[in-house]
Antibody, heavy 120, light 108 residues
Framework: QVQLVQSGSEVQKPGASVRVSCKTS????????ISWVRQAPGQGLEWMGW????????NYARDLQGRVTMTTDTSTSTVYMELRSLRSDDTAVYYC?????????????WGQGTLVTVSS | EIVLTQSPGTLSLSPGERATLSCRAS???????LAWYQQKPGQAPRLLIS???SRATGIPDRFSGSGSGADFTLTISRLEPEDFAVYYC?????????FGQGTRLEIK
């Protein structure tokens, strides 16, 4: 069965960086991409960007350009999301979701979420 | 960027009643690439509907989606206790992918 398992909660200081992992299984990694979505406490869902499992091509949300990097490790079917220069408003639950193409496909499987808290 | 506006913000109904949730886009959604998700507290969203009207695998038939262009509706025909949650619409036809702000379905 398809599974996306994310790394554990993180607490970081303002200005630091965080890297969240998303280990996938149950499907052919290179056939699908992964989108990252975050949710601030009590708020809605915000798409952050997408990475291809096939060739590592990326498409980032405009307001995160320059602060976010998504990468893949095909040997372990794992996707990573790094967010730099953290601010308090980056405090959120971060989700990875399977997304074949970056557009024209819904997010059919989701990770369990990773809480990232930014606090001094 | 396409802005999705959901209404109402909160819907208070009783089990057994019919729920109608609306999602309006700021412009037409490409090929009706509109999805609905259900989210319960402490859980990840779950895909219910894609392509405006196609139920995802394992989703009960009391959930149905309709609409086209810029106006979409999620209908739950007869509410079960487990249906009380937050529902989000999501357009994935053009980049950036965007979500509505959510409709909270609560027990009356």
């Amino acid at each position: 069965q398809v599974q996306l398992v994310q790394s554990g909660s993180e607490v970081q200081k303002p200005g630091a960086s965080v890297r969240v992992s998303c280990k996938t299984s149950g499907y052919t990694f290179t056939t699908y991409g992964i989108s990252w979505v975050r949710q601030a406490p009590g708020q809605g869902l915000e798409w952050m960007g997408w990475i291809s499992g096939y060739n590592g091509n990326t498409n980032y949300a405009r307001d995160l350009q320059g602060r976010v990097t998504m990468t893949t490790d095909t040997s372990t079917s794992t996707v990573y999301m790094e967010l730099r220069s953290l601010r308090s408003d980056d405090t959120a639950v971060y989700y990875c979701a399977r997304d074949p193409h970056g557009v024209t496909s819904p997010f059919d499987y989701w990770g369990q979420g990773t809480l990232v808290t930014v606090s001094s | 960027e396409i802005v999705l506006t959901q209404s109402p913000g909160t819907l208070s109904l009783s089990p057994g009643e019919r729920a109608t949730l609306s999602c309006r886009a700021s412009q037409g959604v490409t090929r009706n690439y509109l999805a609905w998700y259900q989210q319960k507290p402490g859980q990840a969203p779950r895909l219910l509907i894609s392509g405006a009207s196609s139920r995802a695998t394992g989703i009960p038939d009391r959930f149905s989606g309709s609409g086209s262009g810029a106006d979409f509706t999620l209908t739950i025909s007869r509410l079960e206790p487990e249906d009380f949650a937050v529902y989000y619409c999501h357009q994935y036809g053009s980049s950036p992918s965007t979500f509505g702000q959510g409709t909270r379905l609560e027990i009356k």
